[in-house]
């Protein structure tokens, strides 16, 4: 059973799994081995073998630079700074932004000791300089860490030139007022835009 217990340790070490689902996580791909374990062991594998970080953008792909980098139709004077790849995937699925990305590795910490040094900082402003990008948008989460690292980068992206805007923060479509937080109204009226007649 030692094999067992690794994998149901394994699988519990997954976001949103606790050592009760892991165990049931287990079992269901143990009762279903040909059909599902076997292929996403397989897939497992294939995926650490040949899946990299892109070298300019941080992305994750199975060739460098990734296939958004390399991408002649992407704005080329636009970078999207984001935390992690999870915001990268967001954006993307909103089909609402066409320029590149760069993939930070995580926010600015002083309780988890990460500073600068700890995130590809230092690569976005050799990147900003190098390729004279005209914008760099913030897209942080609207958390202290988040907020705290766009501060930070707006500061070191000073000396470069580049337009530096930000995600607006309020109101999501579809929110009631009544059901948000008090900072995000805070957000949404300082953010407040002026409307004109058509």
Same mark, same amino acid.
């Given at each position: 059973m030692l094999e067992l217990d690794r994998l149901i340790l394994l699988l519990s070490k997954l976001p949103g799994l606790g050592p009760r689902s892991a165990r049931r996580a287990a079992l269901f791909l143990l009762k279903r081995r040909e059909s599902l374990m076997e292929p996403l062991a397989a897939a497992l594998a294939e995926t650490a073998a040949k899946v990299q970080p892109c070298s300019l953008c941080g992305n994750l792909d199975t060739a460098d630079p990734c296939a958004i980098c390399r991408d002649p139709r992407r704005d080329q004077g636009m970078i999207c700074i984001v935390e992690d790849m999870a915001d990268l995937w967001a954006i993307e699925r909103s089909a609402s932004y066409n320029g590149l990305y760069h993939v930070l590795g995580g926010t600015l910490s002083a309780l988890d000791g990460i500073g600068?040094?700890?995130?590809?900082?230092?690569?976005?402003?050799?990147? +900003?300089?190098?390729?004279?990008?005209?914008?760099?948008?913030?897209?942080?989460?609207?958390? +202290?860490?988040?907020?705290?690292?766009?501060?930070?980068?707006l500061d070191r992206l000073a000396e470069t030139g580049v337009k530096v805007t930000r995600l607006a923060h309020g109101v999501p479509v579809g929110g009631e007022l009544d059901y948000l937080d008090d900072g995000t109204l805070s957000a949404a009226l300082a953010a407040r835009k002026l409307l004109t007649p058509d």
């Open positions: 600068p040094e700890d995130l590809r900082i230092e690569a976005l402003v050799a990147r +900003v300089e190098k390729t004279k990008a005209r914008e760099a948008i913030l897209a942080m989460n609207a958390t +202290v860490e988040g907020q705290t690292t766009a501060h930070y980068i």
